[in-house]
């Protein structure tokens, strides 16, 4: 039986299985959404009427004075009868409609220390935002795990995917570095996230830096190369920290986006492994020491928790808006 769920005028059928962001989505009506796993708290909303069940929510990104309060995680509850929410931001936004994927495995490349692109390949096309991401499902485990693309919009039935292995991971260990091959069927859903550039007509083409942590490199990729296309002499400044040069990836490939758009410029920086051949320490400092000022610039960050702190620290050092900074932090499935 599927329940009705409401937000102002906008009205969603929620079916049991669903939870309210899904429900939400799915009907291309936009929710506040980023880890979808409970742990960052953007898609709170207020439960005005009805009742719902919170499921995993975890304690500390939703309190029992807060569920007591009639606050809950959308991406964790379900509602138990026809519900009424509030806290949606503009209600009046759509967004591209998540839904069921069905992708085969096309290509499976190491690219770097303990790290994969995978590519898989799509029937239909997926309408996303450059910086979006799509859910996998672990085959029989009934896990999903977060994935984001590497992609630009225009790339829409090939999506691309940088992934590295957690040791013991039930996604890595145990599929995608373990029996994945070419060929496979993978069952997942997309698009998801709120990590992307705004629409080109309110996008002023201004400055940018972009720091990735790893494979927080990913989504950097399609957003940067989505800013160029629309505003090919904007500044670009794209670092990604790493430990060593074997975790380093794709550097041909932003040797020719440097190419192709001489504003852009591409700086590795390692932390452990030194060599001389490239900058030492971490991106955020070599941000600060690059950067005089950040005022009218955007910041963009991916990748661990304290990289992603940091920068936003660094950003704030260096005057740059915080409306400005847009972030998406990288957490295990096991936080």
């Known amino acids: 039986m599927a329940f009705s769920v409401s937000a102002g005028e906008r009205r969603v059928e929620c079916a049991p299985e669903m939870t309210l962001l899904q429900a939400f989505l799915r009907a291309g009506v936009w929710l506040p959404n980023s880890c979808n796993q409970g742990t960052c708290g953007t898609c709170k909303l207020q439960v005005v009427s009805g009742e719902v069940d919170h499921g995993a929510s975890p304690a500390d990104t939703l309190t029992e004075e807060e569920r007591a309060a009639g606050l809950a995680l959308a991406c964790q509850a379900r509602p138990r009868t026809d519900t009424e929410v509030s806290g949606l931001g503009d209600a009046a936004r759509t967004t591209h409609a998540l839904r069921d994927l069905t992708a085969t495995v096309l290509a499976i490349e190491d690219v770097a220390r303990d790290t994969r692109r995978i590519l898989l390949g799509l029937a239909e096309p997926l309408a996303f935002e450059a910086g979006q991401y799509v859910e996998l499902v672990v085959p029989g485990s009934g896990a999903r795990r977060q994935y984001s693309l590497a992609n630009t919009a225009e790339e829409d039935k090939v999506l691309e995917l940088h992934v590295r292995r957690v040791p013991g991971g039930v996604a890595t260990d145990g599929w995608l570095f373990g029996g994945l091959a070419v060929g496979d069927v993978v069952e997942a859903a997309g698009p998801l996230g709120d990590f992307h550039l705004p629409p080109e007509a309110e996008d002023d083409g201004g400055p940018m830096v972009l720091i990735g942590g790893g494979t927080g490199l990913a989504p950097l990729v399609g957003i940067a190369r989505t800013a160029l296309a629309r505003h090919p002499d904007r500044g670009v400044l794209l670092y990604h920290g790493v430990r060593g040069t074997a975790d380093l990836y794709d ?29 030492s320490g971490f991106p955020t400092d070599a941000f600060v020491e690059d950067v005089a000022s950040g005022r009218g610039w955007s910041g963009w960050l991916c990748g661990p928790p304290p990289m992603v702190e940091a920068g936003v620290r660094a950003f704030k050092r260096r005057r740059m808006s915080p409306r400005h900074i847009h972030r998406e932090k990288f957490t295990p499935a096991s936080a």
């Open 251 to 279: 550097l041909d490939r932003f040797a020719e986006i440097a190419r192709e758009y001489p504003s852009f410029r591409f700086v590795p920086v390692l932390s452990d492994e030194p060599d001389p051949a490239y900058r």
